[in-house]
């Protein structure tokens, strides 16, 4: 049934405060003044009330004793911060080689298990699926691996990435967006020629596409890994140095296979990954790390500007690689080159006359970083700071001692607030329409427990008044009390009206409790669609909802929000007369129209009971399109009104002009078809259906 808004109008009112009542004042007392006598004896020394006899005494007491203890507790307290500063140092490369021995643990055991498989003795493109397995299960497992490969002595390659934290290697080989690893095999034809294909494979090694064949320019032969691997027994480590394909600086562990030594297996490890954990594990503010090879050159820096600079100079240059402006690692060498090897784990050094500390560890986490050593390094200010900190607190303490009054009060204060905070928190729930019990405070303070019943009555209130009003409108009125006064004031609007089609019939061939039951579930679907578009459903008229956008919180594109609802809930309302027709219950068939224009927005009513709504000519205008919809057999109508609002974002069909019921002036109507870009597609489709 269509339906019109009849709304009384609005009233402004003048705000009524309750009388507020004064407390009578009191006259200030005179003051009363000793009177004077006789002259007394006469007095040669100060005299005072015993109270403060006994404070200044005391004060004097715990001065001469507070003083000594602070600065005995400031004098221990900087050598405990020494001593701990030395401990935390200490710790802290132990730390980070456990860290280091982590990222190795997590590869080398790879290399050394692929240097025993018989997969990996011949070249590819034998036992290529088991290989390949092998390759892709080992960088599933690790986070620190870049590539794993295999070199073998007639040329032959097999190389394997990941891409899903690489972009540039999927740059480098404009691999496909769903490929997450991708597998290089370089192999002789029976002709000699070698030649060299790229296949991109997804996570569970299914095959995405293949790049080439083509002829194959990497000879794995004549790469440092390879010469050094296959010449030395065991594991070995070559790097750092940047990756000639993607630009990365990277470390490699390679090891000779156990059946022919000249084939050999290696992994890449990307030293970005060390260097953001020694950047980010810092043991004070201005402490640095770093990684020395052998030569007491820096390999890795935790200052991620330096460590750019390392990577960005030309390997080929004699020490310039490791040229770096960075005073405190040359302060720190030269202190660890003239103390004995044993005290490296603590030792003091000085970088411009200013103190600091340092701490050494030998990595011996893997015997291809043999010789590589850990140091950090940090101001000795950023520790003993610590002594300072102490000694105002111990400043701190004497000053509560002798204010033990003072502390007492606090204390009292403290409990007070104690309660008023739970008071707070109970009152921010309650504005948040959260009615869940909770357990008022219990105070000695009579006036506190006065509060807290007050406010468990104004829950209960609140809570029943919810029932009864729609909650979301309760909590915009909560957030934006303008809204709690007896005024309306003109605004524009978008307003929304629906109608179930045949409705009274609907009624008369189903039980009313079962009507009750369908509407409760359809008016929830149609709650839904107006929330998540940022509407208030203002009314419930019988089986039709009223709701509106841009009041009570203002929103700049009402229009196109109240249009987006609209789909939504024809969308809904289709699937809620699906599950209807599958349980042999009636369709729900929905009529919608909606209107934007001026209309007198707020709070209107008697003096003891108001409502908030909307009146006006735009608010009869979107009842009466609902009502069009029957004569065009269409769904959604809007008005020229929306579709200027709305510009190009929705796809609308002109219906021409029609007469309204009850007014004078005929209307340019139209239906709304759908969203631009969802409906550009088949706004012809869309267009003959409804008109059919």
Known sequence: MGTSQRAPAA??????????????GSAAPKPRHRKIGMPGPLRKHWVGPLNVHLSLLIILLLAATAVPLVWLSYDRGRHLALSAAAESMQLLTERTADRYRIVFDSVEPFVTMTAVSDAFATPPPGALERKQQTLLTALRDSDYIDGLFAGYPDGSFLHAVSLADSPAWRSVLNAPA???????TIWREDAGRMVSTWR??????????????????????????????????GTVGIGPYVTATTRSPALTVARGHADDGRIVVGADIMLTAIASFLATEKVSPDSLAYVLDGFGKPIIHSDPAVMERLLAAPPDAAGAAFAIDDPVIDAARA???AGPREDLAHFRFEVDGKPYLGSATIMRVSPSLEGNTLLVAAPLSDFTAESYRLLRQGLLIAAAVLAIGIAATVLMANLITRSLSVLTRQAARLGDLDFAAASMPSSNIAEINSLASGLAVARDAISSFALYVPRELVRKIVANSALASETAVRQEISILFTDIRDFTTICEKTSPEEVVGLLSAYFDAINASVEANGGSIVQFLGDSVCAMWNAPIGDPDHAGHACRCALDIAATVERFNARQEA???PAFVTRIGLHSGAAVVGNVGAASRLQYTAMGDTVNVASRLEGINKRFGTTILVSRAVVARCGDAFVFRPLGRTQAKGRSARLDIFELVGVRAEAD???????????E
């Open 681 to 691: 597609g088949g706004t012809n489709a869309a267009v003959d259906r409804v008109g």
């Open 583 to 585: 349980l042999g219950q």
């Open 11 to 24: 009233r402004p009112m003048e705000a009524r405060e309750p009388a507020g009542t004064q407390a009578p």
């Open 335 to 337: 202190a660890m080159a």
């Open 178 to 184: 769903e490929a997450t690893f991708a597998l290089r």
């Open 200 to 233: 991109f494979l997804a996570r569970t090694g299914r095959e995405l596409s293949v790049s080439g064949p083509a002829d194959a320019r990497y000879d794995p032969r004549t790469r440092p890994w390879y010469q050094m691997a296959s010449t030395v027994p």
